[in-house]
């Protein structure tokens, strides 16, 4: 059963990138029809941090404007949302990593990112219960968090434009979408943007999940006020195999600590596994010792769409015209959602990128283009 298209654009997924890109596309007058299977994802299981990553040009750039925009934002979203400006301390375990924190703030200034550092007597003034010996940290003032499940459902309610259906596609293609109950639908773009479960509907898809443990502790008073991140967090997040843990952990403004984070590959069991999330407490102690003393009250685990070299796929599918992607976020799919919903729609309407999309494009991959090489 064939239905007359009632959207200029589908968009498949109703996570933050799904919801960025039909509020970036409904902005644009465009009528957005939301599809999605309301299973969960890995917007309800992340630390929707906002956070600038420079471990490459690209992701800096998508990162740094993304943030810009959510600052745009931020004044309009509702208290539900939890956005706070709390920026990102990035933690030297002692004074030889302040060569790294030195590093990063030189990186990130290039690209217009405000960075201070502070001393191993400053940083223990700014948060006492970090252990003793530390180096320093570099402080990014700009850096925020918020809770991506509300936020993503305001970006999606607050639009006439957008319509939203929960629906299972079984099948895209170009610009086809078919759904479990036999119904077809069509529209002038179809885009893809719910995550690792696109692989399901694409099997080309150079997509790899990272499986990620967190924990939440119960309300305290105000005990940390930053983000607290170790500058070794990078090379945990971008790891391409076996497990990893490092130190992240996020005040809630419910009083509340969220602690990571671990990456596993291969496998998509979702149990919370002991042996992964012990020593990423232990890591945790290891930085903030009291944290022995507080009561865990939850812990939970989620799947990160990866891409083989850390980028997003952004942009048309090379062999399906009017199919669009806006996948493989894997850990900063929070952060970076307004910025990519802006460069695909400049892509999808012919405009000018606001940033350099090449470093995104999905043809940047032989899977998609079927290039043999």
């Not at 790294?100 to 400053?122: F, I, N």
Request: charged content about 15%; glycine content about 10%; aromatic content about 6%.
């Amino acid at each position: 059963m064939t239905q007359a298209a009632q959207a200029d654009v589908i968009v498949i997924g109703a996570g933050i990138i799904g919801a960025a890109c039909a509020h970036e596309f409904a902005r644009r007058g465009l009528r957005v029809q939301v599809l999605d299977n309301a299973s969960g994802g890995a917007t309800g299981a992340g630390m929707g941090h906002l956070v600038a990553m420079d471990d490459n040009a690209a992701e800096l750039a998508l990162s740094h404007y993304s943030i810009g925009l959510w600052n745009q934002l931020r004044e309009h979203l509702p208290a539900a949302c939890a956005y706070r400006n709390c920026g990102t301390l990035w933690l030297a375990a002692d004074a030889g990593e302040m060569d790294l924190a030195r590093s990063k703030q030189r990186t990130l200034a290039e690209h217009g990112v405000a960075g201070e550092l502070l001393d191993a007597d400053q940083l223990a003034e700014l948060e006492p219960m970090l252990r003793k010996g530390l180096g320093g940290a570099l402080k990014i003032p700009g850096d925020g968090i918020l809770y991506a499940p509300a936020t993503a459902s305001w970006l999606l309610h607050n639009h006439p434009g957008i319509s939203r259906q929960v629906a299972t596609v079984t099948a895209v293609a170009a610009n086809r979408v078919e759904l479990d109950d036999g119904r077809v639908l069509h529209a002038e773009y179809v885009v893809l943007a719910n995550g690792f479960a696109a692989r399901q509907l694409l099997p080309e898809l150079p997509l790899r999940p990272k499986k990620g443990h967190l924990l939440i502790t119960d309300r305290y008073p105000s005990q940390v006020t930053h983000q607290l991140v170790e500058l070794g967090y990078a090379a945990s997040a971008h790891a391409s195999d076996g497990t990893s843990v490092a130190f992240n952990v996020q005040p809630r403004p419910t009083g509340q600590l969220l602690i990571g984070s671990s990456r596993q590959f291969d496998t998509l069991d979702p149990a919370v596994e002991p042996a992964v999330l012990a020593p990423m407490l232990q890591r945790a102690v290891d930085y903030l010792p009291a944290l022995a003393e507080l009561n865990g009250i939850r812990a939970w685990t989620g799947f990160r769409a990866a891409s083989p070299d850390g980028l997003p796929l952004l942009g048309q599918h090379p062999r399906q015209a009017g199919l669009w992607l806006a996948l493989g976020h894997e850990g900063l799919g929070v952060t970076t959602a307004p910025g990519s919903a802006r460069v695909l729609a400049a892509l999808m309407l012919g405009e000018a990128s606001p940033i350099d999309p090449r470093p995104y494009l999905p043809e940047r991959f032989a899977a998609l283009t079927g290039d043999p090489r």
